[in-house]
């Protein structure tokens, strides 16, 4: 029985190039088979992500990124590093609010995703203050998922862009405060912020020097 029989109606367009999830398996010499069993799914479903790997969920990037041995980047995006938008500002030491009036993908600069992040959901603040220097210095850029921890519990002992119920949004370190469902708030060289309730709280994905972020036009 063959591994693959070709449906009629199926053919690949000779003139589309061949993306950068078909070049992995077949670099590997692999039948679609191979690859939908290794990564839990049917072949025609790999066949269908190989067409446009731009848009598969993050979900379906990850299995094929740990069934290659690559960062789930390269399996949407191929050698091109997706970017993301810069929506704002956060606090370190510095009174600042979000600032984040964008639609959803866009933002005041773009910078490039950090590997392993879905570029889907993250964006990047740029830091104001000093208070996490020189670590984290004035005017760096701070990524995070655009989804906040449902459970706040979950980021204790995490640097995160938090926001504090009826405060300011902030880069801080979070650990557990002395009243259940409060947190303290942890700096490089400034006051502890203690025992306050946040609305939400993303760890961070990574950080860049500001000038690596580019502006929009």
């Not at 590997?115 to 990047?124: E, H, Y």
């Amino acid at each position: 029985m063959a591994d693959e029989a070709p449906k009629r109606g199926r053919k690949r367009d000779p003139d589309r190039p061949i993306s950068a999830l078909a070049a992995l398996r077949l670099a590997r010499g692999q039948t679609l088979r191979q690859v939908a069993d290794g990564v839990g799914t049917v072949p025609s479903n790999v066949s269908k992500f190989e067409m446009k790997p731009e848009a598969m969920r993050w979900y379906w990037a990850k299995r094929f990124a740990d069934y290659y041995g690559v960062d789930p980047g390269q399996v949407m995006f191929g050698g091109q590093v997706p970017v993301v938008p810069v929506v704002g500002y956060v606090g370190a030491g510095a009174a600042v609010e979000l600032v984040d009036p964008y639609p959803k993908g866009g933002g005041l600069r773009e910078a490039p995703c950090p590997p392993g992040a879905n570029p889907k959901k993250t964006v990047a603040v740029i830091v104001r203050g000093d208070s996490q220097a020189p670590t984290i210095p004035d005017g760096w850029v701070i990524f995070y998922s655009r989804d906040p921890e449902p459970d706040l519990s979950s980021v204790v002992n995490k640097l995160c862009v938090v926001k504090v119920v009826d405060g300011p949004v902030l880069l801080k370190q979070v650990r557990r405060g002395y009243t259940p469902g409060k947190f303290n708030l942890l700096s490089a060289n400034a006051p502890m912020i203690e025992d306050v309730a946040l609305e939400w709280a993303a760890p961070s994905r990574g950080m860049i020097p500001g000038d690596l972020a580019q502006e929009t036009t």
